[in-house]
Antibody, heavy 115, light 112 residues
Framework: EVQLVESGGGLVEPGRSLTLSCTTS????????MTWVRQAPGKGLDWVGV??????????EYAASVKGRFTISRDDSKNIAYLQMDSLRTEDTALYYC??????WGQGILVTVSS | DVVVTQSPLSLPVTLGQPASISCRSS???????????LNWFQQRPGQSPRRLIH???NRDSGVPDRFSGSGSGTDFTLKISRVEAEDVGVYYC?????????FGQGTKVEIK
């Protein structure tokens, strides 16, 4: 059974940093790109970014709204994808999902940016 | 960024009746490999999204055949042939042809 579990969320002040983890099992992690999608309270889905597999250089793509502030990485030995979020803004408040190929999704983790 | 526009944003439907959601993109979604990377997702209340359709018209595993996708270029449609109570939720289209990927605003389907 495929599982994706996000962790590391919580309340953080504007300007601070937070790193989310997406711990996976049930599939060959190293063979899959991993994507982060977020959803602000009561709003729609918002694509954040993706990390390709090492075969494709583990390269990344980001939404304009997070480019330069967020960094996606992966540890294929641990089957974990990360979302490092720096210089957080109040508008980054959202439920953050990780997904494998948009087929398998985690349950989401809430990040609240507030003073 | 490619803008993806859905309509309507709210869709009250009668049980057993058909429903249709439109999705239009600001650029053609045909990729250089010939594929069109247009997905449809369902998000039931309180749940994570679920992909229903990929590459315009390919139903994902376990998706009932009352869901169908069609379209080409910049215009796409998700159809539900006969709406059931479990279909209540928000439906999103998403283009994956260009970076960054972009979602439509969502269409809320509710029962009349």
């Amino acid at each position: 059974e495929v599982q994706l579990v996000e962790s590391g969320g919580g309340l953080v002040e504007p300007g601070r940093s937070l790193t989310l983890s997406c711990t996976t099992s049930g599939f060959t992690f190293g063979e899959n790109a991993m994507t982060w999608v977020r959803q602000a309270p009561g709003k729609g889905l918002d694509w954040v970014g993706v990390i390709r597999t090492k075969t494709y250089g583990a390269t990344t793509e980001y939404a304009a709204s997070v480019k330069g502030r967020f960094t996606i990485s992966r540890d294929d030995s641990k089957n974990i994808a990360y979302l490092q979020m720096d210089s957080l803004r109040t508008e980054d408040t959202a439920l953050y999902y990780c997904t494998r190929d948009y087929v398998d999704w985690g349950q989401g983790i809430l990040v609240t940016v507030s003073s | 960024d490619v803008v993806v526009t859905q309509s309507p944003l709210s869709l009250p439907v009668t049980l057993g009746q058909p429903a249709s959601i439109s999705c239009r993109s600001s650029q053609t979604l045909v990729y250089s490999d010939g594929n069109t990377y247009l997905n449809w997702f369902q998000q039931r209340p309180g749940q994570s999204p679920r992909r229903l359709i990929h590459k315009v018209s390919n139903r994902d595993s376990g998706v009932p055949d009352r869901f169908s996708g069609s379209g080409s270029g910049t215009d796409f449609t998700l159809k539900i042939s006969r709406v059931e109570a479990e279909d209540v939720g928000v439906y999103y289209c998403m283009q994956g042809t260009y970076w960054p990927a972009t979602f439509g605003q969502g269409t809320k389907v509710e029962i009349k």
